[in-house]
């Protein structure tokens, strides 16, 4: 009898109906991540290029701490529940760097003050850009077979990182001029597939911008 009851069991639930799958109602949050991406790094690389004799770079720590830091780590948390693993992981990621990056420029946090030289300062500083060079590589593998603009994006995004950490580890302002120069431009391809993504979310856009996405 206990076979027979069990096997009814199984029965019952081959034939139960599946849940209902409701679709989601959360917005896409990858344009505000990437656009907050893009304007703090489009900030910064100005500053690094010394545009209108601007040699200090403090005034971006607001920025990287709210835009690029608090609007991107939320982000990559609505990606999440949107099933989007790796703008979740991207967003919440890039999200920590521009906060982590705003501390190091808060006197109250007591890094600066902690290096007994220059180099030393300078070392640590390249150190920390590498190892976010690496994550960007990483991602760059990810996204190889997704489109083309993510692959462009963090390619140059990748090498910036390099430039820049170079530029920290040899103290020469040159190399992290180059830096800036390349992170204007990771800067445009960010506001190019935000805007594009933005566009494709409009019912009626006036325009809609290619990414090179793969079928």
């Known amino acids: 009898m206990s076979t027979e009851k069990h096997d009814i069991e199984q029965v019952s639930m081959s034939n139960a109906p ?23 790094t489009f900030m ?5 290029v010394n545009t209108r004799g601007v040699h200090t770079p403090n005034v971006v720590v607001g920025m990287a701490a ?29 999200g920590c760097f521009w906060m982590s990056y705003a501390l190091i420029f808060i006197p109250g946090s007591g890094i600066l003050s902690a290096y007994s030289s220059p180099q ?3 070392n640590a ?31 140059i995004l990748s090498l910036a990182f390099a430039l820049l950490a170079a530029g920290s580890f040899t103290g020469k302002a040159n190399i ?9 431009i990771v800067a445009l391809i ?26």
């Open 176 to 184: 992290t001029k180059a830096g800036g120069i390349v992170g204007i």
């Open 190 to 215: 960010a506001y190019y597939i935000g805007l594009s993504e933005m566009l494709e979310a409009e019912r009626r856009p006036v325009m809609r911008l290619p990414r090179g996405v793969y079928d």
């Open 44 to 48: 910064l690389s100005m500053y690094n």
């Open 120 to 122: 030393e300062l300078g």
């Open 125 to 155: 500083i390249g150190v920390y850009l590498i190892t976010w060079m690496m994550v960007t590589i990483l991602f760059t593998i990810v996204v190889l077979r997704r489109n083309v603009s993510f692959v462009v994006l963090l390619s």
């Open 18 to 40: 599946a849940p209902m799958m409701r679709p989601s109602r959360i917005a896409n949050a990858g344009p505000a991540g990437i656009f907050s991406f893009a304007s703090t």
């Open 66 to 94: 709210f835009t690029g830091g608090l609007l991107q780590f939320m982000a990559g948390m609505w990606e999440f529940p949107r099933g989007n693993v790796f703008g979740a992981t991207a967003f919440s990621s890039y």
